[in-house]
């Protein structure tokens, strides 16, 4: 069974600073992950996916994500953060073939000026 | 131009009561799916059909029943609601090859 792990409940930033958000899974068979995104009272968007190919992944909204086979690690990452980015992050893994996502505990991610 | 829509977007209702909530999407997949988060915002799934036929059942109490009329709709009856199901219910779509899954705008269900 897979199972995903996020260390952090909540990272309080500054506008204008770098951010990580850890996401860590474990499987023992190949698998695709996620990143979602919860804006207040909203539903989840996808932010950015790995099926395979370049490890590395970005959006449209300057955040990027690095799958690390080695390390079972799906890190988010945003090299400067916006007030707008303040939303709720769900990392998720789903095994190759099978449709079923599991998500981790989710991030909050708080920006202040 | 809404993608995955529901109904209703809230609903409150008192402990025994059987409900109802409706989801649409209008993207052509072929497979949909109820996921509930708690209040702990935990989402976990709970159904899962591709063309009209379940596919995921998870350990759901059977009070809960899905039902797919056809691929665009997916709806979810509750029986005998009891207050801890209280939560936000959300649909999700997606085609049943491309993995990701894009999301309806939720139903939080309070039972009182």
Same mark, same amino acid.
């Given at each position: ?16 600073? &770098? ?33 395979? $190919? ?7 909204? $300057? ?15 945003? &090299? ?23 998500? $981790?505990? $989710? ?5 202040? &000026? | ?18 409900? %109802? ?46 039902? %797919? ?23 999700? %779509? ?19």
């Amino acid at each position: 069974a897979q199972s995903v792990t996020q260390l952090d409940s909540q990272v309080p930033v500054f506008e204008e600073a &770098p951010v990580e958000l850890r996401c860590n899974y474990s499987s023992s068979v190949s698998v695709y992950l996620f990143w979602y995104v919860q804006y207040p009272n909203q539903g989840l968007q996808l932010l950015l996916k790995y099926l395979s $190919g370049s490890t590395l992944v970005e959006s449209i909204n $300057g955040f990027e994500a690095e799958f690390n086979k080695s390390q079972t690690s799906f890190h988010l990452r945003k &090299p400067s953060v916006h007030i707008s980015d303040t939303a709720e992050y769900f990392c998720a893994v789903s095994r190759t073939g099978f449709q079923k996502l599991v998500f $981790g505990t $989710g991030t909050r991610l708080l920006v202040s &000026p | 131009d809404t993608a995955v829509s529901q109904t209703p977007k809230y609903l409150v209702t008192q402990m025994g009561n059987d409900k %109802s909530i409706k989801c649409e999407q209008n993207l052509g997949h072929d497979t949909m799916y109820w996921y509930k988060q708690d209040s702990k915002k935990f989402l976990k799934i709970m159904f899962s059909y591709n063309n009209k036929e379940l596919i995921i059942n998870e350990t759901v109490p059977n009070r809960f029943s899905p039902k %797919s009329p056809d691929k665009a709709h997916l709806n979810l009856h509750i029986n005998s609601l009891e207050l801890g199901d209280s939560a936000v219910y959300f649909c999700a %779509s997606s085609l049943r090859e491309a993995h990701e899954q894009y999301f309806g705008p939720g139903t939080r269900l309070t039972v009182t």
